[in-house]
């Protein structure tokens, strides 16, 4: 009994446990309704958005383009951004930022960040000696990281998209070049943070360019596999792509179907951007030309006219795409000296021939990393600005031999909408059709470490192994384990890319360092003498490549085992809560747990530590998540938070008594306690001793080799920095609409002051003070209105409209008069017309008191009275004065008069006729008093069908009034069951008003 009771107990307990997440799910959706996307490119980015009613949209930005400016301006007490920057980068060169991206995640001996210097040479780029970076020094008092201008340019785009959604936003899907390594990525989420945006995942752009592509072919895809390449040439970077759709069966969701990223090639500097360049500093060199025997100084040294140049040479890049030649022209290019040119598609595509010889570069490496040949692919589709250029697909042509190149996607907004839509399947507000995705590492990822080993007998040396990770090409998300079996004291290991032969001598220099963290265990030792008695499993450490293709240490883990004998006693009240609360969420462990996983992985060119050959050495342990789709997201489900996360098949470990008992298959198969429990007869016969794993948690000391992450305060302080630059901005716009709302109410005012229906309500002497006191105000917003505060200008105009408000009140009567004073002697006559019909109803059929109508007629005549001396007094006071006529009171009576109507229409409504007396036999009523005999005695003649004993329906008689008969349309019995009416009606016979014929 006490068990059963117990029992119960937990499964309420279960209940309740998920009822509460449920309800924390509903609290969660609550404040995700919209989700956002951004597509950050080099040049300009795209933001798309999804909210309920609008599925997948691209935002306007305030110019009511699609695409905005990576652009920011920045001064001592305002900033721009979008095309209002990229107007101000003529104006102010050095304020303005803009290509920034190639700085993120670079320390300052970096590549980039000289070619930076050279093509933007008008920017000062100072030395932050904490981080070894670099930031951008703008005034004495204004500098910034290039990750704090990015965080600007995220706050910016997610103001464009609550402005366009009518809400707030927090998720959002940032999309990344699919090169950038660690350092990169996590400087982006860096810029994130900064911007209070809630990153849902960073996905690499040829991935979303790839999913928009699929998701508007689903139905072309089956389970034949396709292979497509995408050829993105943006304005700072190429990426080809290969990627190969299919129909794939998840456990969840049946056939779905699938991307798979196969191969990846890329330039980092071949671009749009690299082409306009050139296209600038030829520009020049023709102004020059043109003004070389003036003593004038050399262009390129003024970055106001270099900012021109640069300008145009992005509009004759476009133009040339479509055109053979063209005309170059800058008015007041320098020295207020215009500038003119010709230049030919033949002399621009020469100026570039370098670049164009490096396009099929990133095809090959995506077919050599795919392991593939050009034959396997079916189409290849261009993406991207860059690949206009006529020059770059007649190249591509030739290099990928196909026939044409496709054109079939939207080369801007592929990358946007692809993002959109995997935002809007991580974000809990939506529900989408699930698409597999299974992205691919482009860097490999491998453990290093350093042990000693006793080769012979008395002789020790250091052996270095390396085990790889993450392989090149391999899909993400995914978890794995790595297990060192032959420590037992506090050691090191190090994470590291593996090989990255793949990559130019140039190429390795800008990637930066290629040691990624030391890691520092503290506790081994403690440990392995805390369990003298257990045996040892090794020391695992869990690793995570998360959605966003950043990697993590979970945690590290000293696992022991040892044999225990089975007791008969019950499971403890915890344990059972656990196993219920596990079996409601589908916790346990299944067949399907090593679906996703691999075989641990043995060290082949290790010796045993002490004799036995079959001793493990160290193992790696894979758990692949992305094979694992999960319905309803286009994407497995993001990782745990860092330091919570537990590989997939394995329950997290709980403490007890300080240690840890794990509950999961070890490497080898044991089985552990999460496998479904004998009965207790089998378990004495088949299992007297069992297998009892403990965990014990070690402690973990990351040293970042790459680049160092933000101080969290420094992070603090980045984000007050921003907080007060978008507050600053609020303060200008606030500041700038009261000036606009003055300025425009001068305007206004001073235009309506003479027109006739102003004229005819004012005199001379009033408007003349008006406009005395509108022209002051005018005179100061022009000498003292840009120092004026917003709450300066907000009374100035509150002290406008004051003197203006009579005026205005008495145009606004007179032009409400005639509508509402039709409007009141309509509903007059109407309940007129309404009370007489009331008084004539016959005393058997009344259903108004004499109360009820006599209130109704008194309301009738005051509100008549009212309104006849109201008139007749507005018509004798003068057009000047303040009228006794107000459109107010005339609202409130027809209120009052309406209220009175309608109360005896709902009574009328709902009343129930009254009884008709009887005669002495109790069949029916008497006759009326002018009815003859022959009506009396009239037969009824029943309709077809129904039989002549048949009783028919009496037909409803008609109200007397007076002595003639009132003709009425006979009431219509809609509905099943309704009885055919009387075939004939007497003459002159009349019958009483009913009710609902009132």
């Not at 990358?415 to 935002?423: D, L, N, S, T």
């Not at 309940?831 to 109704?856: C, N, Y």
């Not at 003709?967 to 009885?979: Q, V």
């Amino acid at each position: 009994m006490a068990a059963t009771v117990r029992r119960q107990r937990l499964r309420k307990l279960g209940c309740w446990a998920l009822m509460a997440i449920i309800l924390a799910d509903l609290l969660a959706l609550s404040d995700t309704l919209a989700v956002m996307s951004v597509d950050l490119g080099s040049e300009s980015m795209k933001v798309a958005i999804v909210k309920p009613g609008v599925p997948m949209e691209i935002v306007l930005n305030k110019e009511s383009r699609r695409k905005t400016p990576v652009t920011v301006t920045l001064k001592e007490n305002e900033r721009f951004f979008g095309d209002s920057a990229a107007g101000m980068a003529i104006k102010n060169p050095k304020a303005t930022l803009r290509y920034f991206q190639n700085l993120l995640g670079k320390q300052a001996d970096n590549p980039h960040v000289a070619l930076y210097r050279a093509r933007f040479p008008e920017h000062e780029l100072n030395f932050d000696p904490q981080r070894q970076t670099v930031h951008f020094q703008i005034g004495p008092q204004l500098q910034f990281s290039p990750e704090e201008v990015l965080g600007m340019i995220l706050n910016y785009s997610r103001s464009l998209a609550e402005d366009f959604a009518e809400q707030p936003i927090k998720d959002a899907v940032i999309t990344v070049p699919a090169f950038f390594n660690q350092a990169e990525r996590r400087a982006v989420l860096q810029a994130a943070r900064m911007a209070g945006l809630k990153v849902l995942q960073l996905i690499n752009d040829n991935t979303a360019t790839a999913l928009s592509y699929g998701v508007f072919r689903r139905k072309d895809i089956n389970t034949t596999a396709q292979n497509v390449m995408f050829y993105d040439m943006g304005s700072g970077s190429t990426v080809c792509t290969i990627v190969t759709y299919q129909t794939v069966k998840t456990k969840e969701a049946g056939m779905q179907p699938q991307l798979q990223i196969r191969g990846v090639g890329f330039d980092r500097t071949l671009g749009g951007l690299e082409m306009e360049l050139r296209l600038r500093e030829h520009l020049a060199g023709l102004f020059n030309e043109q003004r070389k025997g003036q003593r004038a100084k050399d262009v390129r040294e003024n970055p106001r006219a270099m900012a021109k140049l640069l300008r145009e040479a992005n509009r004759l890049k476009t133009v040339l795409s479509a055109n053979a030649d063209h005309m170059a022209q800058i008015e007041g290019l320098m020295d207020d000296i215009d500038f003119k040119a010709k230049v030919t598609r033949a002399e621009f595509e020469e100026l570039c021939a370098d670049l164009f010889e490096r396009v099929p570069g990133p095809v090959q490496q995506a077919l050599q990393s795919a392991e593939m040949s050009l034959d396997e692919i079916e189409q290849v589709i261009l993406v991207g600005g860059a690949t206009r250029v006529p020059k770059v697909q007649e190249v591509l042509l030739k290099a990928v031999g196909k026939e044409e190149l496709g054109k079939n996607i939207n080369a801007d907004e592929a990358a946007a909408m692809g993002a959109v839509y995997q935002a809007a399947a991580l974000s809990k507000a939506f529900k989408v059709k699930p698409f597999v995705i299974r992205d691919a590492v482009v860097y490999p990822i491998l453990v290093e470490f350093t042990r000693e080993v006793e080769e012979e007998p008395g002789i020790r040396s250091l052996k270095h192994n390396k085990r790889v990770l993450f392989s090149r090409m391999g899909p993400y998300p995914q978890r794995k384990v790595i297990t060192f079996n032959r420590y037992s004291h506090d050691f090191n290991f190090h994470i590291n890319y593996g090989d990255l032969g793949f990559l130019g001598p140039e190429d390795l220099r800008v990637f930066g360092s290629q040691n990624l963290t030391t890691v520092k265990l503290k506790g081994v030792g403690d440990s392995f003498k805390k369990y003298p008695d257990y045996e040892s499993k090794g020391i695992k450490a869990h690793f995570n490549l998360d959605e966003s293709g950043v990697l993590s240490l979970d945690r590290v883990e000293s696992v022991f085992e040892t044999l225990v004998e089975d007791s008969p006693e019950e499971e403890s009240t915890l344990t059972k809560l656990g196993n219920t609360i596990s079996s409601l969420f589908g916790g346990g462990a299944t067949a399907d747990t090593k679906e996703n996983g691999t075989d641990a992985v043995q060290e082949e060119e290790e010796g045993p530590t002490e004799g036995g050959r079959d001793e493990p050495g160290e193992q790696v342990e894979l758990k692949e998540e992305a094979e694992a789709p999960v319905e309803g997201t286009a994407q497995p489900p993001p990782m745990e938070a860092k330091g919570d996360a537990a590989p997939e098949g394995e329950k997290p470990p709980e403490k007890e008594n300080g240690d840890k008992s794990e509950a999961q298959p070890s490497e080898k198969g044991e089985s552990g306690p999460k496998g479904a429990p004998p009965s207790p007869e089998e378990e004495k016969k088949q299992k007297p001793a069992r297998k009892q794993r403990m965990v014990e948690e070690i402690g973990v000391e990351l040293v970042v080799l790459d680049l160092p992450d933000l101080p969290e305060d420094e992070l603090a302080r980045s984000v007050q920095k921003l907080e007060d630059w978008t507050l600053r901005d609020l303060e200008k716009q606030e500041r700038e609409k009261a000036a606009n709302s003055l300025e425009a109410f001068i305007f206004e005012t001073q235009d309506k002051l003479y027109q006739p229906e102003y004229e005819e309500v004012s005199t001379e002497k009033e408007r003349e003070e008006i406009a005395g006191k509108l022209s002051a105000a005018s005179t100061w917003l022009e000498d003292e209105g840009f120092a004026a505060t917003t709450v300066m200008l907000k009374e100035k105009l509150a002290e406008l409209r004051k003197l203006c408000l009579g005026l205005f009140f008495r145009v606004e009567e007179r032009k409400k008069w005639p509508e509402r004073l039709s409007a009141l002697d309509s509903l007059l006559n109407h309940s007129s017309i309404f009370l007489k019909g009331a008084r004539l109803l016959p005393e058997m059929d009344q259903i108004f008191t004499e109360v009820e109508m006599t209130t109704l007629e008194k309301v009738i005549n005051e509100t008549w009275a009212w309104k006849n001396a109201t008139v007749a007094e507005q018509a004798k006071l003068p057009a000047t004065e303040k009228p006794v006529l107000l459109s107010k009171d005339i609202e409130a009576k027809m209120m009052a008069l309406d209220r009175e109507v309608q109360y005896l229409l709902n009574k009328a409504k709902f009343a129930k006729p009254r009884p008709r007396p009887k005669d002495k036999n109790g069949t029916r009523t008497e006759p009326p008093l002018n009815a003859s005999a022959s009506d009396q005695e009239e037969k009824v003649i029943p309709p077809a069908g129904q039989a002549e004993d048949a009783k028919p329906i009496s037909e409803p008689e008609k109200a007397e009034t007076g002595s003639e008969p009132v003709d009425t349309e006979p009431l219509e019995l809609g509905g099943p069951g309704a009885e055919p009416e009387q075939a004939q009606q007497p003459a002159g016979q009349k019958r009483p008003l009913k009710n609902d014929e009132l």
